[in-house]
């Protein structure tokens, strides 16, 4: 995982530059589905490590549960990128990626939402408290 705040930031800055060329080129209006594998192609071309529909497993009072936390991307093994194509992102979205950044143990995540005319407009940041700790 990486060690340091620039480090994470300049990682989501290029996921934000990956989904802004796979918008700029397909526009909004898709399902989530279509722009998870343009994204997930457009991190293959410029040279990120990635896994897609992770599964993280789940401990409840220290019994793993049936069912896993799916994650839609996990990149560079320290950005969780949650995609959404709706007509508006509510509270209860962010507090979800918060949740499974706690749960997967990562620093920041992204929440990107594809259906808005301008993509930068449907980005929002999330760090964890662990995002506190790494170096500057």
């Known amino acids: 995982m990486i060690k340091s705040k620039y480090a994470v930031n300049a990682i989501a800055f290029a996921t934000i530059g990956c989904a802004i060329e796979v918008h700029s080129y397909l526009g909004p209006g898709l399902l ?53 194509s709706v007509e508006q992102i509510h509270p209860v979205h962010k507090a979800q990626l918060l949740s499974y950044l706690r749960l997967a143990q990562k620093p920041k995540g992204l929440l990107i939402n594809f259906n808005v005319e301008k993509l930068v407009s449907g980005v929002t940041h999330i760090v964890s408290e662990s995002f506190a700790t790494l170096d500057a």
Request: aromatic share 8%.
């Open 32 to 84: 989530e589905s279509v722009y998870h594998s343009c994204l997930i192609e457009e991190l293959k071309i410029r040279g990120y490590a990635m896994q897609s529909k992770l599964l993280v497993p789940i401990f409840y009072k220290g019994t793993q549960i049936e069912s896993p936390l799916i994650l839609d991307l996990l990149i560079e093994e320290s950005l969780v990128v949650e995609l959404k």
